[in-house]
């Protein structure tokens, strides 16, 4: 019960992230890889969950390792391509990684279906190894892939972690961490493997936790462990991004009083089709229109924000506006426009003072 536990609660929280990636990258159209990451890794959980793994043997027996398996291996190839993008390398090995990928899905599920006498339930292999080679050949290339895209992502983790900064830096340094945690867990089932194929009777492990022994701890724990710090490793980055979004989303909210009255003095100001895809790109379009309109208006840059506001209520003639030396970043531009907005809410009405806040 406890493993299943586990199980989900990773599986759902992989998915969770995989599907918020992948409306994200509908709307901008970049980041499918790392959805496509999450989805499978999610995929893989859930499908290895004692309870999913018996409906799943109703359909063929032992298909519910079969497809977290396959699942786990798309999800490996997914994180070699994000982190070789985050890296800078995304053209470096992109054949070989596909080729490698697709040769170890093939083996799997021929090796798979060519086995006889699957268990029913959830699918442990520990008592067939010696009886079945095919079963030896579908460990050994999973294990065996796994392995190196476990390497192929410390690799490209270590090279780039040296040239990244903030939130980047400490996410691929977690990568590098879960990397640890993943290639414990290969060795051990490598150890596994070995040591059912020596015995004369093995005997399928039963974990009553995760953490109950070393063994269920390489089998269970470590991979649970290596696959939350791969989602901790891979969001960490997206951070400063998601909270630039938010700004500009409060932004772009402080400005629309503002823009509308603008809009319907001066409707020439309107990009028309220029609204943008990302969110960035709508609030630079929100910007170029309020800045048009102001100017129309007669708002000078160099006027204070309140002065501003009095001259948009009194629906003064339009004058040409001098711009004046001064602060031409965009943080300070934001600063402007958001305290004329501000201003402009806060007037009653022409010639009125502001009230106070």
Known sequence: MM????????????????????????????????????????AAFCFLADGAQAIESRVYPSLGRLLSNLATMVAAYGIEVTVAEIGGAAHRRRRSRRAALAVALVVLVVSFFATSGLPTGIGLFD???????????????????LGYAVVDIAIVSAGAIRAGTGALRAGLGVMLVACVFALAYLAGKIAGLIGDLNSAHPVNMVCSSAFSNLECSLDVGFPAISVL?????????????????IRDARTRAALRPLRKHLVERFPDVVRLGSAGVTGRERLLTVMSEVNDGLLLAGVAPSMPPDAAARALRSGAPAETGVPAEGDATFSAEV???????????????????????
């Open 127 to 145: 008592e067939l190894y010696r009886s079945n080679p095919t079963l030896v050949v579908y460990i050994f290339v999973y294990t065996l892939y």
């Open 335 to 357: 600063a402007r426009l958001r305290a004329i907005a501000r201003e402009f809410r806060a007037e009653p009405s022409a010639g009125a003072a502001s009230p106070a806040r």
């Open 229 to 245: 710090l791969i989602v901790i490793g891979l969001t960490l980055p997206a951070l400063p991004a998601a909270g630039r979004a």
């Open 3 to 42: 493993i299943d536990v586990l199980f989900f609660g990773v599986g759902l929280l992989a998915l969770a992230a995989g599907i918020w990636r992948a409306l994200r990258a509908r709307r901008t159209g970049a980041g499918a890889g790392l959805a496509i990451t999450l989805i499978a890794l999610g």
